[in-house]
């Protein structure tokens, strides 16, 4: 049987990670599913965690010592984060340049500056941010795997993977997790399919609740005619309230190649009756089966 070249980057980027669960990340999805630039306060994704929470290797400064002037900035920044979530770019740069003017060295305001400026589609002043916080501090991780999602999404896949590299190579680092997913995102949008396999297996292994992850790694098992090891991954997201159309048709692809005909009707009336309108229902229709 052939089949076609792996194409998977994940299962309706925006529904899905809009439901991730509630810091501060911004997604570039017109990097990897060809459309605008979407802004959301959820996660992937893509964005390693709220700035003011760096994840460094050096012991963190605490309330009682922490100077004036950084808690100043500290204070603005958090303000910036929550105009940022709500949309309000222009008042969250204005808390940003006040951050900043307390602490010209507090690295988190400098990669919320990044973000607002990322959705603001200003590549100079996105890539000074982020160079900007990391020349503070090379090894904060949200600066790293920020910085790597937005150089992915212009393109510069080889510098994106080596950023997210250095993030999770970070032993402090709470988001290894999705930083492995973007990295494994942007491996494939790269063609390294067996890095980006690697990425994403690993991503799992951390955080088996990750769409993305299973997604990818069971079109890519699927691809590659490993239809058991793919049904595993196929499975579990689709019994999530996040299955939906791609992830559908993706699993009924799958139980047909091992002739579980009733599991594939019952993923057939599911991906009919809650995606009328899909592309994958008219494939399914079609019998595109092996497209």
């Known amino acids: 049987m052939t089949l076609s070249p792996v194409k998977a980057i994940g299962p309706s980027l925006v529904n899905l990670l809009r439901r991730e669960n509630g810091r501060l990340q911004v997604w570039l999805l017109w990097a990897f599913m060809g459309a605008a630039l979407v802004a959301t306060t959820s996660l992937l994704s893509g964005c390693a965690g709220a700035p003011g929470v760096s994840g460094t290797s050096a012991e963190p400064i605490t309330e009682s010592d922490e100077p004036e002037i950084r808690k100043r900035a500290r204070i ?50 996105t890539e000074e941010s982020f160079r900007r ?59 390294l399919v067996k890095d980006a396999e690697a990425s994403f297996a690993r991503s799992y292994q951390l955080d088996a609740t990750n769409p993305i992850a299973g997604y990818n790694l069971a079109a890519l098992l699927f691809k590659r005619g490993e239809f058991e090891r793919a049904q595993f991954y196929i499975r579990r997201l689709n019994a999530t309230e996040l299955a939906n159309a791609e992830t559908l048709w993706l699993g009924i692809k799958i139980e047909k190649q091992l002739n579980n005909q009733v599991v594939a009707d019952q993923l057939a009336q599911q991906l009919q009756r809650r995606f009328p309108d899909s592309r994958e229902l008219q494939a399914y229709r079609r019998g595109a089966f092996y497209e």
């Not at 969250?92 to 690295?107: H, S, T, W």
């Not at 790597?148 to 997790?177: D, H, I, S």
Request: with cysteine; charged share 20%.
């Open 133 to 191: 916080a990391l020349q503070i501090n090379a090894n904060d991780a949200d600066a790293l795997h920020n910085y790597g999602w937005y150089l992915c999404g212009v393109k510069r896949e080889k510098e994106a993977v080596e950023f997210f590299t250095r993030a999770v190579a970070n032993p402090t680092y709470g988001g290894q997790a999705k930083t492995l997913m973007a990295k494994g995102v942007c491996e494939m949008r790269a063609g």
């Open 76 to 125: 603005r920044t958090t303000l910036a984060t929550s105009y940022f979530e709500q949309g309000q770019d222009k008042v969250a740069l204005d808390e940003i340049k006040q951050a900043l003017a307390a602490d010209p060295n507090y690295g988190p305001a400098y990669v919320l500056r990044g973000l607002v400026y990322m959705r603001l589609n200003d590549p100079q002043l």
